[in-house]
């Protein structure tokens, strides 16, 4: 399960609070980088993605997600495939068995890199779209109301 993963934050109600509160001050803000004043007194100037990576996070916790983070060249086992496609670990298999989605083996285990599951994910989702798209426009010539 992702929630298992090291770094896994799960965010209390008072969290939540203090997310939501740092997440609308960043979401204002128009410079590109971020300092922090650190309590010894020195400060750091971050990298200009990390606004946008920093005011999602915040966000998510703000809703009371659970939040990881995942290198793009991690290794994921079937199990936590499935759970990041919200599909059961068996079709996950299936899908590794049919060469839907890369994946090698570490001894019997097999392992999938994230950046993989990430562009199957994104393959999926817009054959998804399309075939939803051509519905609507044949519902649509056809005149059922949609």
Do not use: C
């Given at each position: 399960?992702?929630l298992?993963?090291?770094?896994?934050?799960?965010?209390?109600?008072?969290?939540?609070?203090?997310?939501?509160?740092?997440?609308?001050?960043?979401?204002?803000?128009?410079?590109?980088?971020?300092?922090?004043?650190?309590d010894?007194?020195?400060?750091?100037?971050?990298?200009?993605?990390?606004?946008?990576?920093?005011?999602?996070?915040?966000?998510?916790?703000?809703?009371?997600?659970?939040v990881?983070?995942?290198?793009?060249?991690?290794?994921?086992?079937?199990?936590?495939?499935?759970?990041?496609?919200?599909?059961?670990?068996?079709?996950?298999?299936?899908?590794?068995?049919?060469?839907?989605?890369?994946?090698?083996?570490?001894?019997?285990?097999?392992?999938?890199?994230?950046?993989?599951?990430?562009?199957?994910?994104?393959?999926?989702?817009?054959a998804?779209?399309?075939?939803l798209?051509a519905?609507?426009?044949?519902?649509?010539?056809?005149?059922?109301?949609?």
């Amino acid at each position: 399960m992702l929630l298992d993963r090291p770094g896994t934050v799960v965010p209390t109600p008072a969290d939540a609070e203090l997310a939501a509160k740092a997440s609308r001050t960043l979401s204002r803000r128009t410079e590109t980088a971020l300092r922090i004043h650190l309590d010894d007194g020195e400060e750091l100037t971050l990298p200009s993605g990390v606004t946008k990576l920093l005011t999602h996070l915040l966000t998510e916790m703000s809703q009371g997600n659970a939040v990881t983070l995942i290198p793009l060249h991690a290794e994921l086992t079937t199990r936590q495939a499935a759970d990041y496609l919200n599909v059961s670990r068996p079709h996950v298999v299936k899908l590794l068995e049919e060469s839907r989605i890369p994946h090698h083996k570490v001894g019997t285990h097999r392992r999938i890199r994230f950046s993989d599951l990430e562009a199957f994910k994104h393959t999926h989702e817009m054959a998804r779209r399309q075939a939803l798209d051509a519905l609507t426009q044949e519902a649509q010539e056809l005149g059922m109301g949609y």
